[in-house]
């Protein structure tokens, strides 16, 4: 598990992240917020990128130092990789700098190069491929270590539908092995399908952090009341109505007592069609704690 436990980063005047602390469990946590919120610059603390203010950064318990760092799979916001080098020899070459042996490394770099349609252009030059293709040569990179730990900056963006669906594959497998994943994403619908946890940040603080579920179950849980007749009565039953339509109408109760009374309400008024809770989707979650 990685710990991140009051980290700070000013530059000159700006304050880019303030005390931030959250826990990277094992599964994959989405690390969301606008352009500014101070994602990056965390994710390049954990990674000894950036040096911290204050704070630190622990890896099941331990202080992370260089050798701890070397387990990490990391991909950075910036494509770190090099332009006129073949797209094969660059993975191999990333594969030594992580300890594995030329064999072991073309080997697994063929296969992922495989799942990411880009076999064919193993001897290709990077440079010549697209930015897609080249953000997938980019995550080979960052697995070919076979980390204990990845970190991933906006991993899926300038992807195609079928590559996305690749990487989430991928990162899927590396879950079921006991890998942790933490990656950012301005992309809200591939975080909720694919995160067991959440951290939100805003103007360098976390907001909200915790499971999906956690994180839904946190605010007020709205309610939608449909019956066989009209529903204009409950603009004068003294609860919130946010929305009547018709036979149906949205609620915002204030609790599970408020909740039964109103159902006995309706109950006595004609035929209850559906009452239940409404969820809120992430995207609404994320607009309500970054206001």
């Known amino acids: 598990m990685l710990q991140v436990q009051g980290l700070a980063k000013s530059f000159g ?11 990277v469990q094992p599964g994959m946590t989405g690390f969301v917020g606008g352009n500014g919120a101070g994602k990056t610059t965390t994710m390049r603390m954990v990674m000894g990128v950036l040096t911290p203010d204050a704070g630190q950064v622990l890896w099941n318990g331990a202080p992370v130092d260089r050798a701890i760092r070397r387990t990490f799979g990391y991909m950075p916001e910036e494509r770190g990789l090099y332009p006129r080098q073949k797209v094969l020899e660059q993975i191999v070459y990333f594969g030594k700098l992580f300890g594995r042996s030329a064999a072991g490394a073309r080997r697994d770099g063929l296969e992922l190069l495989e799942r990411f349609d880009l076999a064919d252009r193993k001897d290709s030059v990077l440079d010549s491929l697209s930015l897609g293709n080249q953000q997938r040569v980019q995550i080979a990179v960052a697995v070919i270590g076979r980390p204990e730990f990845l970190l991933l900056d906006e991993p899926f963006s300038g992807l195609d539908p079928e590559a996305v669906d690749s990487m989430a594959d991928l990162l899927r497998e590396y879950n079921a092995r006991g890998v942790p994943v933490l990656f950012s994403s301005h992309q809200l619908d591939l975080v909720e399908r ?15 952090s915790g499971s999906r579920e956690e994180l839904q179950r946190s605010g007020r849980i709205r ?3 449909v019956m066989d007749r009209d529903v204009g009565w409950l603009r004068d039953s003294g609860v919130s109505v946010l929305d009547v339509s018709g036979n149906s109408a ?11 009374r109103l159902l006995a309400d309706a109950l006595g008024r004609g035929s209850v069609v559906e009452f239940a809770e409404l969820v809120p989707s992430l995207s609404e979650i994320y607009r309500e704690v970054s206001k």
């Open 13 to 23: 005047s700006t304050q880019a992240v303030a005390d931030i602390s959250f826990d």
């Open 223 to 225: 309610h939608r009341l």
């Open 250 to 260: 949205v609620l915002d109760l204030v609790d599970q007592a408020e909740a039964d």
């Open 194 to 208: 694919l995160c067991d946890q959440l951290t939100v940040l805003s103007r360098g603080r976390v907001v909200a």
